[in-house]
């Protein structure tokens, strides 16, 4: 179930509670936890409307900003029912904290041990430490870029880097990735020494869905978490090639998330 990201901010603000399908079939039922960029959504109710009994206050608290928006946002696909799903903010991704959680002697034999079935279980042969250390050599570089280094089609490459990630061994950026905490210990825990590494960069990452051009842009102007993008006007960021409308939008959002805001 797709949400845009400034409904995500409302959900986890509170001032959204519902949203607005044409389904088949319900796509998700209740209890369902998904995973987003602001962290987890519970889906707390799924029932079947008829459009022509929906209310104002049914477009409010989806977000929308009339219930003839809410209406004609519902036209398409006319042929399929309408569903009402309730929506709650269910608190941060359980895997961030993983992520910062340094293992322990006996963790780390239980991560290894997490690798190796991945490995067995691959019909390309063994991949995780390879591609571990692909990521730890080169933060940040694109997906892409990684994969040709392995001769390997990207879906696949990205595919299995989220398997890495559910064990919070790596993060996704807005470009590329990075090893966390953890999945530095895991590394480190099979090299004769510590690998040196740069200083980790203090302050709230750059959202990832304000796109790859942005991302770049700011990069090169020095801008590399929402702490530096506070310290710039909007109009100044937008004047950089490759920051458009809604990648000022998608940093208004994020900022307002952590009380932050453009300079002036």
Known sequence: MMIRPGELAAIRAGTVDLAFRRWARPRVVVGTRMRTGI??????????????????????????????ALKRALAARSDDPAWRIGLAYAGPDPREALREAVPDADEIAAVNARL?????????????????DLIDLNPTVRAPDLAARVGRETADFKKDVRKLKELGLTESLAIGYLLSPRGEAVVDAGLPA?????????????PRNIGAPATRALREAGVTTLEHVATRTASELAAMHGVGPMAITRLREAMAERDLGFAG
Not at 39 to 58: H, K, M, N, P
Not at 194 to 206: F, I, Q, S, V, W
Request: aromatic share 2%; hydrophobic share 40%.
């Open 39 to 68: 962290g987890l959504i519970e889906v707390t109710s799924v029932d079947r409307v008829a459009v022509a009994s929906l209310r104002a206050d049914d477009a409010r608290r989806a977000g929308e900003p009339s219930l003839a």
């Open 194 to 206: 510590p690998r040196e590494r740069a200083a980790r960069e203090e302050g709230t990452p750059l």
């Open 116 to 132: 190796d079935r991945l490995d067995a279980a691959s019909a390309s042969g063994p991949w995780t430490r390879e591609t571990l």
